[in-house]
């Protein structure tokens, strides 16, 4: 347990807070448009490779490194699980999101993983996918829609899943390597997040 007070976080690390949230009944979604060229499609039989260029298109500005540090029989196991589904949102026949929902606990589905590319941002997408993930959950026989968002990911996430219908329950600190120093990325990637060499 941390005391009150500062706490040192080792150079080259990240310190996240996590905020765990979750949605115990369906929440209300008012209606949202399908916005202009924009469509929802399932994501079938992806391979890792081509999961994995959606995952960094979509979120190396914020850091996503989980999957990243998986070896690649660990991710196929997730990936090729046919209780984890995949959504999309094409425009133009390019893939633009990322919905991942993870219903291998019995009762529950996990909001695993939910972004959009930059071109994608402050459209109004975000909304029109996450009714569609609200509909996908809650249509299995599920008592717990959850997710979990941390202080390096987009500003908005944090508000944007409490106004989807989501409650905080509780909070986590998470130091992590920074993967731009551990992986060799490039610096210049979420200059919103300072590095601190070791």
């Not at 080259?12 to 060229?37: F, Q, S, Y």
Request: with cysteine.
């Amino acid at each position: 347990m941390l005391n009150d007070g500062f706490h040192e976080v080792p150079k080259g690390k990240l310190a996240m807070i996590v905020t765990h949230l979750e949605m115990r009944a369906r929440a209300d979604t008012r209606p949202v448009p399908n916005p202009d060229k924009v469509e929802i499609h399932p994501i079938e039989n992806i391979t890792v490779d081509e999961y994995l260029d959606l995952y960094r298109r979509i979120g190396e500005n914020w850091l996503w490194f989980s999957r990243l540090n998986m070896n690649e029989i660990e991710l196929s196991q997730i990936i090729d699980d046919p209780k984890v589904v995949f959504f999309t949102l094409m425009k133009n026949g390019v893939k633009h999101a990322l919905l991942e929902l993870d219903f291998r606990k019995s009762g529950e589905c996990e909001l695993v993983f939910f972004g959009l590319t930059k071109e994608l941002i402050g459209s109004g997408t975000g909304r029109y996918l996450m009714n569609h993930a609200i509909d996908v959950a809650w249509s299995h026989d599920i008592t717990r829609f959850h997710v979990h968002t941390c202080t390096i990911d987009s500003p908005t996430a944090l508000n944007f899943y409490i106004r989807s219908g989501f409650t905080a329950i509780h909070r986590q600190v998470e130091i992590a390597d920074d993967p731009r120093i551990s992986n060799g990325w490039d610096t210049s990637i979420a200059p919103q997040v300072p590095i601190i060499q070791p």
